[in-house]
């Protein structure tokens, strides 16, 4: 999806969120059927909305009552992570009059601000640059009241209503909030390859892999996340070298077997990346690997190298406070609505790649990230604000 043989991943957002917070204690839900205690009255709910179809429960009621508590200066609400999907509920809520705070992390843009050519998002036929379309967002958000500011959460208090934020140097309410903090993209972290992302490192083959045509490239990677990226990387590439630092494969055996058998596919095991070579020339030239048994040294000329060595979902702050899968993704139900031991957790919802391990385009995170800010603003209109 991006210009030049270089070029990097999409979407996902910032990480920066430190572990945090308190457990909701004790919210074992009850399930209130069809009515909910408004501000300390039960009043029947209005059918076809999202609390409704999410399903109700006694921490909905507590919510409301709670709310009532809250003075002005709490948000209506606030969005975490500045990327595609965070941008695009910015502008969702700001057109809501929700004015919306967006809380920028130590990547702010996500992904597609260290993105060049993006070729695949819809409305560009001749594609944009990753920052212009991440710049384009934030000034169409601000034009409708939405407010970002560079913040790192350090803690989270879910149990609390309005919520409760700490930035480290203040403290912020809300009564909603949508995360949209994004999945990194792990890297080998040297030197040189950071260098070279957007100029031939890349972690994303779905959006770069088009532009190594007729060249020969490394995978990084021993999953099925490497398996998938080498295997879809034949459509371009005339060889692809697949490094993994151990003997062993994480890789699922079906996944493992058809890379095997490809014949554009070559395995090197028990192989190290030492250096990524180009850095003066800002274009990848090849590889310097190392085999961790034998100690040998060698350059692997190539034009291009794919990490596809996992991602990591930006939602440490949240363990504990709402349901995340094995890895650290969370879990959602109905799109984007979190959950706590499976019972939803009212006004809380997540969009984007730190809930989506599946598609992880630009497109999918706004598309969360709209449905996030939809079910915002029914929550406002259902609770009050
Ligand atoms: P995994 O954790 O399964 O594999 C990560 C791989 O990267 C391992 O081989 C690991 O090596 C290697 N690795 C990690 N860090 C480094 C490093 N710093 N340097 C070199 N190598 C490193 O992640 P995946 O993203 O592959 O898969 C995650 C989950 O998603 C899995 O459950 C997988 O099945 C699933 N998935 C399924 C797909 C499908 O079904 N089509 C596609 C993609 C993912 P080591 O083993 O030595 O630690």
């Given amino acids: 999806m991006h210009g030049h043989p270089g070029l990097v991943a999409v979407l996902q957002l910032d990480g920066g969120i430190a572990d945090g917070g308190d457990l909701i204690g004790g919210q074992k839900s009850h399930s209130i059927d069809k009515y909910k205690i408004r501000h300390g009255s039960i009043v029947a709910l209005k059918p076809g909305l999202c609390g409704e179809r999410a399903g109700l429960n006694l921490q909905e009621a507590v919510y409301n009552q709670t709310l009532a508590m809250s003075d002005h200066t709490t948000?209506?609400?606030v969005i975490l992570g500045s990327g595609c999907s965070g941008l695009t509920a910015a502008i969702y809520t700001a057109r809501a009059n929700l004015k919306p705070l967006v809380l920028e992390g130590h990547e702010p843009g996500g992904q597609l601000s260290i993105t060049t050519l993006v070729e695949n998002?819809?409305?560009?036929?001749?594609?944009?640059?990753?920052?212009?379309?991440?710049?384009?967002?934030k000034q169409q958000a601000t034009r409708f009241g939405a407010e970002l500011t560079m913040a790192h959460l350090v803690s989270v208090d879910l149990s609390k209503r309005p919520f409760e934020l700490n930035l480290g140097k203040e403290t912020i309410h809300t009564r909603t909030l949508i995360i949209a903090s994004g999945a990194s993209a792990r890297w080998l972290g040297i030197p040189s390859e950071q260098a070279l992302i957007g100029h031939g490192v890349s972690s994303c083959a779905t959006c770069d892999g088009f532009f190594f045509s007729g060249k020969e490239i490394a995978v990084i990677g021993g999953g099925d996340s490497a398996m998938e990226e080498a295997l879809f990387l034949t459509r371009f590439a005339t060889k692809v070298t697949l490094i993994n630092r151990s003997e062993n494969f994480r890789a699922s055996k079906i996944m493992l077997e058809r890379a095997m058998a490809h014949p554009n596919i070559v395995f090197r095991t028990s192989t190290v990346v030492?250096?990524?070579?180009?850095?003066?020339?800002?274009?990848?030239?090849?590889?310097k690997l190392r085999n961790i048994k034998t100690n040998v040294v060698e350059n692997l000329p190539l034009s291009g190298l794919f990490l596809g060595i996992g991602h990591e979902p930006n939602a440490k702050a949240f363990r504990h406070q709402i349901d995340l899968d094995d890895d650290g993704y969370i879990k959602t139900v109905n799109n984007v609505f979190c959950t706590l031991n499976g019972q939803i957790v009212p006004g809380v919802f997540a969009s984007g790649d730190v809930q989506d391990r599946r598609y992880r385009q630009a497109i999918t995170a706004a598309g969360t990230g709209c449905m996030a800010a939809l079910e915002v603003e029914k929550f406002l209109e259902e609770h009050g604000r």
């Fill in 75 to 77: 948000r209506d609400t």
């Fill in 121 to 137: 998002f819809p409305g560009w036929p001749e594609g944009i640059q990753g920052p212009e379309l991440i710049e384009n967002m």
């Fill in 274 to 287: 030492d250096e990524v070579l180009g850095v003066e020339e800002k274009d990848v030239k090849g590889l």
